[in-house]
């Protein structure tokens, strides 16, 4: 990788005298610059994609976050290294600087972003979108200060030894890519699971100043002065000292974080690998909610009323054979055994800690109805798509129930494509009914009318409808936050479709009542119908994998 030095053409002096005065050999010298070069592309790749993962987490859309942080880094990064050039007199000192600096801000940009998110995201008005500009705030910071890495440590091992310049820049950025890998494949497989988004970020800044101060002190020392020196190692062991004082804390940091996000009644909270999952209230009266990475996705507030209107409408006809892809929380599926003559409910439910929960947690359980413990009930951990295209082959379902996450959230996107419903089309009879949760009617009429384009595209006869949660309190409902709730609709979408002609919206004879049953009647539903109908978007595209319109 380091290329035998060659002398350098004749040109502009340098801005330096002449060569470093090195405590070690010249070729050590230059394989301890390369050395930190590649830690420093490994952290620097571990700052950005902490923040592409934080923000999706936070914010959601985590296309949308990672191409804001990638082009606003990119871009400050250009910024950066044309302001080093005016550092190159004091390359060691600038250095020095500059890692400390990228160590503080890049090591704390995680429990900012999440404190913001915490404490200001219900204030609304200007503070509303106050995570997205903090996350474009420290990208910029972020890139800027990376951009100066590069020129300046081009410097520094210059000044070991002269070589050409073609030479120089292909060692270094061969070290800066090899770190890139390092950092790119340690953030998912080590740090986030074993450390989680804190206290790694912490750890990757503590890394980033230790390499940068031992290389300017240890190496490059005799290009400071004293009082520089001084001035270093306390600016070092300051960042390290507030690095490791956010470390102890963290645990009283995201408990507090937490309370601000859920309330003051957190009773469970899971990490699982990349997931936070979190339980409050159900008992001593207080309703129960579920949260995954911080969205609602199930409240005993009008959870009822929710999976009542996305389960009911699509069993009015035979309702043998069920498979209910999503909602391992067992509310869909407990709406479902509510039915005489199902015979089977399959579950494909991506995560299994929300099953393990669903089915262990004595609140969670008896809202469910305990439907874990049904012989009736087969569970299966995957993800939806992957088992309906590549497991074993499924036999025909009477009904398929979609209880998936928000089409907004680019994880699920593929979820609700043309591509996706194909593959839910070969496993209904064909009086078969699908239904599907679209999100939120008044909020995103296009996406909900997207969705409803696709099933049509996907060769299915389609039956929309909205209905109004006309309840107090947070809404339920996998599209929901808690700190979004107040404002945003309290409604949800869904479309009924089937592949044969377009499905009634009806109840059915014998439709088993709940303790929201009277809330939901075919006049209930005809008036649903109606409002959907009346926010109809037309000329819409289907969204497909290669080409998402959500």
């Known amino acids: ?220 020392r005799r290009d400071l002065t004293r009082r520089a020196r001084r001035l270093l190692l306390g600016a070092n062991l300051a960042v390290l000292g507030i690095l490791a004082t956010a470390a102890v804390l963290v645990d009283d940091f995201e408990g507090a974080a937490r309370e601000a996000v859920y309330g003051k009644d957190v009773r469970v909270v899971l990490q699982t690998g990349v997931r936070e999952i979190a339980l409050t209230g159900g008992t001593d009266g207080r309703p129960l909610d579920l949260y995954v990475d911080g969205r609602l996705r199930a409240g005993g507030r009008t959870g009822d009323r929710y999976h009542e209107a996305l389960v009911r409408p699509a069993m009015d006809g035979p309702h043998a054979r069920v498979l209910v892809l999503g909602g391992g929380d067992g509310l869909a599926v407990r709406e479902v055994l509510r039915y005489s003559g199902v015979r089977r409910v399959d579950l494909v439910a991506l995560d299994p800690a929300v099953v393990d929960l669903a089915r262990s947690d004595p609140a969670l359980s008896r809202l469910n109805g305990h439907v874990y413990g049904d012989a009736r009930v087969h569970v299966t951990v995957a993800d939806a798509f992957r088992r309906l295209r590549t497991g074993p082959p499924m036999p025909s379902y009477d009904v398929v129930i979609a209880d998936l996450p928000d089409p907004g959230s680019t994880a699920s996107t593929k979820l609700y494509s043309q591509e996706f419903y194909g593959l839910v089309r070969r496993v209904l009879t064909p009086d078969g009914r699908l239904v599907v949760h679209a999100g939120p009617v008044a909020a995103r009429p296009r996406v909900f009318w997207t969705v409803e384009a696709t099933l049509r595209a996907a060769g299915l006869h389609t039956a929309p409808y909205r209905v109004t949660a006309r309840a107090s309190g947070l809404p339920a409902g996998p599209d929901r936050t808690a700190r979004a709730a107040s404002r945003t609709p309290d409604d949800w979408g869904f479309v009924l479709a089937s592949p044969r002609a377009r499905p009634p919206l009806l109840l059915g004879p014998g439709a088993p009542g709940s303790r929201l049953g009277r809330h939901l009647t075919e006049g209930a539903l005809r008036e649903a119908e109606q409002e959907a109908e009346a926010t109809r978007v037309g000329g819409l595209t289907a969204s497909t994998l290669v080409h998402p319109r959500y």
């Open 1 to 220: 990788m380091i290329e035998p030095h060659a002398p350098a053409p004749p040109g502009a002096p340098p801005p330096w005298a002449g060569p470093a005065r090195l405590p070690v050999r010249q070729r050590t010298g230059r394989f301890l610059v390369l050395a930190c070069v590649f830690v420093c592309a490994a952290c620097g790749l571990v700052y950005e994609l902490e923040l592409v993962a934080l923000a999706s987490y936070l914010i959601g859309d985590s296309v949308t976050q990672a191409s804001v942080v990638l082009s606003v880094m990119v871009f400050a990064m250009g910024i950066g290294s044309l302001a080093a050039k005016r550092l190159r007199r004091l390359a060691a000192a600038a250095f020095g600087a500059i890692e400390a600096l990228l160590a503080l801000v890049g090591g704390c940009s995680a429990m900012a972003l999440y404190a913001v998110f915490a404490w200001t995201g219900d204030w609304g008005g200007l503070w509303a979108s106050g995570p997205r500009w903090l996350l474009v705030a420290f990208s910029l910071a972020i890139g800027l200060l990376i951009g100066a890495e590069v020129p300046l440590l081009m410097e520094l091992i210059q000044r070991i030894r002269r070589q050409d310049a073609g030479g120089a820049v292909a060692d270094l950025f061969a070290a800066d890519y090899v770190g890139a890998l390092v950092g790119g494949l340690a953030f998912p497989f080590l740090l986030l699971p074993q450390l989680g988004q804190l206290t790694g970020a912490m750890l990757t800044g503590a890394v980033n100043a230790i390499a940068g101060a031992a290389l300017v002190l240890g190496l490059f």
